[in-house]
C-alpha cells in the first residue's frame, strides 16, 4: 500500500525523508516538494535558519522579506553584491541577498511545522530548527528566443525542502556556589606576597 501525493501535477510515491529525528516524540517535520523557487538561494536560506529557534527564525526570515536583515551568500555567491547588512556575519566579502521568495516559502514550511507541533502537543516555543536540508528538483524546461533564428533553453532551477524541528530543554543546570573555586599557582603566590608586604 503506497500513498500518493499530486504537487504541481506531478505524483510520485512517498519517500522518506533523508535523516530520522533522534526523539520522534519530540520532533516534526515538514517538507515540500518541487518548489518553484531557486535551489541555490533556497540552500542559503536553509543554512542561514539552521540550529535557530522556530520564534527567532519567523522574525529573521520576515526581516529578510522586509529587507531590514540580510541573508549571507557563503557557497552560490556569483554575481552576488555586497551590502553592508553582511557585516553582522562571519562571511567572506560581505556578499548577501534578500531572497524574498525563497524566504517566504521556508516561512510558510515553518508555519506547517509549528501546526504540526501544536497538533502533537508539543510545546511551540522551545521548537528549534535541527536540521533543514535543501535539494534539486527536476528542472523545468521553457525556451527564449535569440538572434538570428536561434532557440535555446530557459530553464528553471526548482527544489525539495525537508525541515526537522525539535523540542529543546529549556532549563538550565546551575552551577554549585558551594564548590570550591580552584586558583593559578601565581595567583596564590601573588596574594601570599600582599599578605608578606602587609
Avoid at 515540500?32 to 529573521?60: D, N, P, W
Avoid at 525537508?162 to 529549556?170: D, K, Q, R
Avoid at 556556589?177 to 593559578?184: G, L, N, Q, V
Amino acid at each position: 500500500f503506497q500513498h500518493y501525493y499530486i504537487t504541481n501535477n506531478l505524483s510520485f510515491t512517498m519517500v522518506r525523508y533523508a535523516k530520522e529525528a533522534e526523539n520522534p516524540a519530540k520532533s516534526v517535520k515538514a517538507r515540500g516538494f518541487h518548489l518553484r523557487t531557486h535551489f541555490k538561494t533556497s540552500r542559503e536560506v536553509a543554512q542561514a535558519i539552521k540550529g535557530m529557534h522556530l520564534r527567532k527564525a519567523q522574525k529573521y526570515l520576515k526581516d529578510v522579506v522586509g529587507k531590514k536583515q540580510i541573508i549571507p551568500m557563503r557557497r552560490f555567491m556569483g554575481g552576488v553584491g555586497r551590502h553592508a547588512q553582511t557585516k553582522a556575519f562571519n562571511t567572506s566579502g560581505s556578499l548577501g541577498a534578500w531572497p524574498k521568495k525563497s524566504a517566504t516559502i521556508v516561512l510558510d514550511l515553518l508555519k506547517n511545522a509549528e501546526s504540526n507541533a501544536e497538533v502533537k502537543g508539543l510545546e511551540v516555543d522551545s521548537l528549534v530548527v535541527e536540521y533543514i536540508q535543501v535539494n534539486r528538483a527536476p528542472q523545468m524546461r521553457r525556451r527564449t528566443y535569440r538572434a538570428h533564428g536561434r532557440i535555446n533553453p530557459f530553464m528553471c532551477s526548482p527544489c525539495h525542502i525537508e525541515m526537522i524541528l525539535t523540542e529543546t530543554e529549556s532549563v538550565v543546570a546551575k552551577e554549585d556556589d558551594d564548590a570550591p573555586k580552584k586558583k593559578s599557582k601565581k595567583k596564590e603566590a601573588r596574594a601570599r606576597a600582599r599578605l608578606g608586604a602587609e
